[in-house]
């Protein structure tokens, strides 16, 4: 069975700020989408968390025109991190490279990856719906490469704080992998 709307579901579209709120338009800016309004890419970039519950949006990866693995992503849990991590976030750049660290030794992901800064200040972590894509990538020898794309200062929530943008050459025969727990919506969907 499909469901077809001309409006996004309400559990999408409770998930973003009413384009009447005082404060839309700075959102959208802060995911830097350049006045992008179109709710499913704004849901991809932002993520539609809920402290409620554990669903989560974002795009799955795509190899472009050009052979390459490309994705944006906002840097994990740099609320957790020491003060000294906020002010180095503050000082960076678009265009600043960004290095990834392997963290095994991680006691809630054995896939977990740090994102340092230049100075190897550990800023926060890759989202954990892309860290075996990272991981995966970096033992085909694939050089994955991570820079600044935006920093949103306060009052922009935390989460929102680091926008990067990753880049690696797509190996030959690489296929993203997939956990069991980040399961594609139309595979939620009974098929009829």
Known sequence: MAYVASELF????????????????????ALDLGGEQDPLV???????????????????????????????????????RPEVAHDEALRLCPGDPLALEPEPENPDDSLAV??????????GHVPRYLAPDVQALRAAGADVEVRVRRVNPPPTPM?????????????????????????PVHTLVPQT
Do not use: K
Not at 57 to 73: I, N, Q
Not at 115 to 123: A, E, F, G, M, N
């Open 10 to 29: 309400p559990v999408f579209a409770n998930r973003l700020p009413p384009a009447s709120r005082a404060d839309y338009r700075d959102f959208v800016e």
């Open 42 to 80: 704004l849901l991809g970039r932002s993520g539609g968390e809920r402290q409620t519950d554990m669903f989560e949006v974002f795009p799955a990866p795509e190899r472009t025109g050009d052979g390459r693995f490309e994705t944006t992503f906002f840097v994990r849990g740099l609320r957790f």
């Open 114 to 123: 740090r994102v340092l800064s230049h100075q190897r200040t550990h800023l």
């Open 159 to 183: 989460q929102f704080r680091i926008l990067c943008e990753l880049s690696a050459e797509w190996p030959e025969n690489f296929s993203p992998p997939r956990a069991d727990e980040f399961e």
